[in-house]
């Protein structure tokens, strides 16, 4: 387990990502995010070590919008903050994705995509999704995207 520093962006266990840096800026934003909102410090675990968590998001994918991701899981990141379950895997492409689950209201359960900056959008996300851009000091350019969550998980 490690804690993101995003004052010090660090490639640490994502070296084998083509967009390492990228990907690194955009897991040091999430932690910022989380710090800042919740005065949480965003913790990640390699993927090979939370299989439960890869399992949770890609069960999710695949019942809400039979998708599969193709790129390998490199860490993830599972925690509860304020009645909100998240989970999070960044993938080798440079891909992450979260799942916002509220526990007390359906109504507010989604999973996003966020592309890191100089990667292609993957083509099981291609047709599916339209990407708004947004400006991040930490990751340049993210495209994101999400959808509504319809099940119970």
């Known amino acids: 387990m490690q804690k993101v520093d995003f004052v010090t962006v660090s490639t640490a266990g994502l070296e084998s990502s083509p967009v390492a840096q990228a ?16 005065d949480h410090d ?7 070590e939370d299989p439960g968590t890869v399992e949770y998001v890609h069960n999710i994918l695949l019942k809400e ?3 599969t ?3 390998k899981p490199l860490e993830t990141s599972f ?11 960044f993938y080798e ?30 083509a099981e996300l291609e047709t599916k999704f339209k990407f708004a851009r947004q400006k991040s000091k930490l990751a340049g350019v993210i495209r994101g995207s999400f959808f509504v969550i319809k099940g119970e998980y």
């Open 23 to 38: 990907l690194a800026g955009l897991r040091a934003n999430e932690a910022r995010y989380f710090k800042n909102k919740y």
């Open 42 to 48: 965003f913790v990640v675990t390699p993927a090979e």
């Open 65 to 67: 919008r039979k998708l």
């Open 69 to 71: 991701i193709t790129s």
């Open 79 to 89: 925690f509860t903050v304020e009645g909100i379950r998240w989970a999070y895997i």
């Open 93 to 122: 492409s440079g891909l992450s994705i979260n799942v916002l689950y509220t526990l007390d209201d359906p109504k507010k359960r989604a999973v996003g995509f966020k592309l890191s900056e100089g990667m292609e959008v993957p």
